[in-house]
Every structure is written in C-alpha cells, then in structure tokens.
C-alpha cells in the first residue's frame, strides 16, 4: 500500500506562486511514476505533469513554461512548483502514484487564483 499526503495548496493572487508537496510512505517511491493532476470545478480532472522514476518529464501544453515538477526520493516526495499562476488555474490539485503494483492518489489540495 501506498499513501499520498498532499500539501501545499492556497490562495494566491494573479501572478504569484505556490509549491506544492506530495510525500509519500511505503518502499515503492523510488520504482513509482509520480505525476500531478487538477481537477476544476465542473470539469473533468486532466494531468498536469508527470516525472518518471529516472526523472524525465512531461507537461501539459498549457504549463510547461510556469510549472516544474520535481521528485525527491530520499524525501520520499514530488513537487509541483507553479509560477505565474492565473484564475485558470485555480482547481484541487491531486498527487497521483504508478508503482509496478497499483495506483494511488492523494487526497488532493486546493489552489485558488484570486484577487
């Protein structure tokens, strides 16, 4: 079994930032895809980023200049760090696991862009 906490999240006004946590238990960090999604209100939930167990990484078109997603696996954790955040993005943002056994999520933390 895996558990995600989720952390991290806020509100934040027009063009500021926010990093967000991810720590996760178990011995099955280090073999695990890691990835984060966003859900907003009265839309479907869509990936935001993902970072592979070697660190490679991939972004939705829409952040890959103001986002960056990193993993620390002594840490046992993944961030998200977000830049230049707009009202669009404001959303519950969720920590995802794929190890070679399963799926896990975090129980997801809210973001809200706001003036």
């Known amino acids: 079994q895996v558990q995600l906490v989720d952390s991290g999240g806020g509100l934040v006004q027009p063009g500021g930032s926010l990093r967000l946590s991810c720590a996760a238990s178990g011995s099955t960090f280090k073999s695990s895809r890691m990835a984060w999604y966003r859900q907003a209100p009265g839309k479907e939930r869509d990936v935001v980023a993902t970072i592979t167990q070697g660190g490679s990484t991939y972004y939705a078109d829409a952040m890959k200049v103001r986002f960056t997603i990193s993993r620390d696996n002594a840490k046992n954790t993944v961030y998200l760090q977000m830049n230049s955040l707009q009202p669009d993005d404001t959303a519950v943002y969720s920590c995802?696991?794929?190890?070679?056994?399963?799926?896990?999520w975090g129980q997801g933390t809210q973001v809200t862009v706001s003036s």
């Open positions: 995802h696991a794929h190890p070679p056994l399963g799926r896990y």
